[in-house]
């Protein structure tokens, strides 16, 4: 069983830490492991647009660096919050195109489908996901013949 409200609140924890400075947006994500343990991450945005990172990246990144790359189960998303926590947007965060396949990547080396928990920042309308069904037909390691 996942506890949702707690990988949300860890999610929506990290996004005070987030480098959002242009886009005011804060965007949040945790990543629960299958021994429990949590990895967070946060946006983190650059002078240079296009060289920002998303809060999903930085979480997988994060446990990848870790070792942990395989063993990711679920992912929760919360965003637009400002510095202080205080909601700017009530809509669910859903993962970008880009963050979909980094995710991916992760689920194909654990060799499972993850469970993807989107939250609006006030944290009422929270949607639950699989991650097959974000990006269907999705590419993966086995398109590449890796076996993990
Ligand atoms: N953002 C994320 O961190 N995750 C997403 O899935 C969507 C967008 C960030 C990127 C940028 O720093 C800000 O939200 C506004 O797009």
Redo the contacts with the bound molecule.
Sequence with gaps: MIDEAALIAAARAAAVNAH?PY?R?R?GAALLLTDGTVVTGA?V?NASYGL?L???TVAVATASAAGRLRDIVAVA?I?GMDRDGRATGTDP????GR?RQVLNEAAGMGRRDLTVLCAGAEGDAVERHRLSDLLPHAFGPSDLGIDP
């Design positions: 959002a886009s947006f965007v946006n945005e920002s998303c809060a999903e998303v965003g965060v859903r993962p970008c963050c």
